[in-house]
């Protein structure tokens, strides 16, 4: 399994150089105040974990994976591995840069604000993998990005109509305990959404024929 982990972050290293250009480019708009740094790192995150499967459909990698020994689990749980790692990276790297720009434009280090947007950007990524993998796995990469887009737009879009005709108090207030605890809470649901996510990817790529 070591070695598909490998695998996975060699194909990242690929893609690695386009991503830091983006980066700049958004870091820049950060220290402008335009974006905030933990959403630069997110859409870098994203990126390169669809990068992993469009790279293996393109070269029939699964046909291959599949013959290995216990080669079908292995596959599901190196990706989510490298997908755990590569987020704690990309969310050490946001603290830190997070914790420049804030000196730099204030000369003061908001501590709970920066943890607060890094737990967020840390749970959205975990909700995105979380949909993305057993999409992916059953439709495969291109397949899979269109139908998670409609995906999210579908939910923003009823969570819209949601918000203008229910009452939204209890959930703002759910939202605010959340926060006030987010150190404990966050990890908590992404390791449940994760164990969640990883099941049904596993059953898929298990009966999935290549």
């Known amino acids: 399994m070591l070695g598909l982990i490998k ?9 690695l150089k386009s991503m830091v250009i983006i980066f700049m480019v958004y870091l820049i708009l950060a220290f402008q105040g335009t974006f905030d740094v933990t959403f630069i790192i997110l859409l870098i995150g994203i990126m390169l974990f669809i990068s992993t499967f469009s790279y293996d459909d393109f070269n029939n990698w699964n046909s291959y994976a599949v013959t290995l020994p216990d080669g079908r689990k292995n596959v599901v749980r190196a990706k989510y591995i490298a997908s755990i790692i ?32 890094l737990m967020g950007t840390v749970l959205s990524s975990v909700i995105i993998i979380s949909l993305l993998y057993p999409i992916v796995f059953k439709f495969g990469a291109t397949n899979g990005r269109i139908i998670l887009f409609a995906v999210v737009f579908g939910i923003v879009g009823v969570g819209t109509l949601i918000t203008k005709f229910v009452d939204m108090t209890f959930i703002i207030n759910m939202i605010n305990r959340l926060d006030n605890c987010s150190l404990i809470a966050i990890p908590i649901i992404s390791v449940a959404i994760l164990g969640i996510s990883y099941l049904i990817s596993n059953k898929i790529y298990q009966n999935k024929e290549y």
């Open 7 to 15: 695998k996975d972050f060699l194909l990242i290293k690929a893609n």
């Open 86 to 117: 590569l987020t704690v990276v990309l969310g050490i790297v946001a603290f830190a840069i997070g914790i420049g720009i804030s000196y730099t434009k204030t000369n003061n280090i908001d501590l709970d604000e920066i943890i607060s947007s």
